[in-house]
């Protein structure tokens, strides 16, 4: 918090030493923070407003972590989590793959203060492997007694663009991970 005084040059501002003052202010200001953040992520392509909007999600996750806020922790996971677009792969874009890798970074460094977030961040995992064993052609189990799904169904028809794409987008994050360089263009990443 801080306190305002007229001084002879104007107004003069002290800023608090504690962080305990933390807590209720982001409890108040947490749905501004989330709308905020999550406007400009769904319409942006811009890398720069991507990579900060994605660094405001951390943060806000970390502070909800901090104080053990599970209501202000669970909205920024879920919509972090939404914001991966694993569901979606034929609208992937590059700022839903750097959603995914803020996510598992969340993952890494809040784990232990995740809790009941931990669901979004298992999911997201589990459909990462299923997109891994589909495109490596290996049977999956599809849930129902005695039924195995084959590379070339899969849950809700699996088209062979499908695991093009898939496989391209499985390409794109170990291009990533290495730190080679990457089409800017996701035409390039789904294209064959």
Same mark, same amino acid.
Do not use: Y
């Given at each position: 918090? +801080? *306190?305002?005084?007229?001084?002879?040059? !104007?107004?003069?501002?002290?800023?608090?030493?504690?962080?305990?003052?933390?807590?209720?202010?982001?409890?108040?200001?947490?749905? *501004?923070?989330?709308?905020?953040?999550? !406007?400009?992520?769904?319409?942006?392509?811009?890398?720069?407003?991507?990579?900060? @909007?994605? %660094?405001?999600?951390?943060?806000?996750?970390?502070?909800? @972590?901090?104080?053990?806020?599970? /209501?202000?922790?669970?909205?920024?996971?879920?919509?972090?989590?939404?914001?991966?677009?694993?569901?979606? /792969?034929?609208?992937?874009?590059?700022?839903?793959?750097?959603?995914?890798?803020? /996510?598992? %970074?969340?993952?890494?460094?809040? !784990?232990?203060?995740?809790? !009941?977030?931990?669901?979004?961040? /298992?999911? @997201?995992?589990?459909?990462?492997?299923?997109?891994?064993?589909?495109?490596?052609?290996? %049977?999956?189990?599809?849930?129902?007694?005695?039924?195995?799904?084959?590379?070339?169904? *899969? +849950?809700?028809?699996?088209?062979?663009?499908?695991?093009?794409?898939?496989?391209?987008?499985?390409? +794109?994050?170990?291009?990533?991970?290495?730190?080679?360089?990457?089409?800017?263009?996701?035409?390039?990443?789904?294209?064959?």
């Amino acid at each position: 918090m +801080r *306190s305002q005084r007229k001084g002879p040059q !104007g107004p003069q501002f002290f800023s608090a030493s504690h962080f305990v003052h933390v807590k209720p202010m982001f409890e108040v200001a947490w749905l *501004s923070f989330l709308a905020g953040l999550s !406007g400009p992520l769904q319409e942006t392509e811009d890398n720069e407003v991507v990579e900060l @909007c994605l %660094d405001g999600f951390k943060t806000a996750i970390r502070i909800a @972590c901090f104080f053990d806020l599970e /209501l202000e922790r669970n909205a920024f996971v879920t919509t972090l989590a939404k914001f991966t677009f694993l569901n979606n /792969l034929g609208e992937m874009k590059t700022k839903n793959m750097e959603a995914i890798k803020a /996510l598992l %970074d969340i993952a890494v460094t809040e !784990g232990n203060n995740l809790k !009941g977030s931990w669901r979004e961040v /298992l999911q @997201c995992v589990s459909q990462l492997e299923h997109m891994q064993l589909i495109t490596s052609g290996h %049977d999956i189990p599809d849930g129902r007694k005695g039924q195995v799904q084959t590379a070339s169904v *899969s +849950r809700g028809l699996l088209t062979s663009s499908a695991v093009i794409a898939r496989r391209n987008f499985q390409t +794109r994050i170990l291009q990533t991970r290495v730190g080679q360089p990457i089409s800017p263009s996701p035409l390039t990443w789904f294209s064959h």
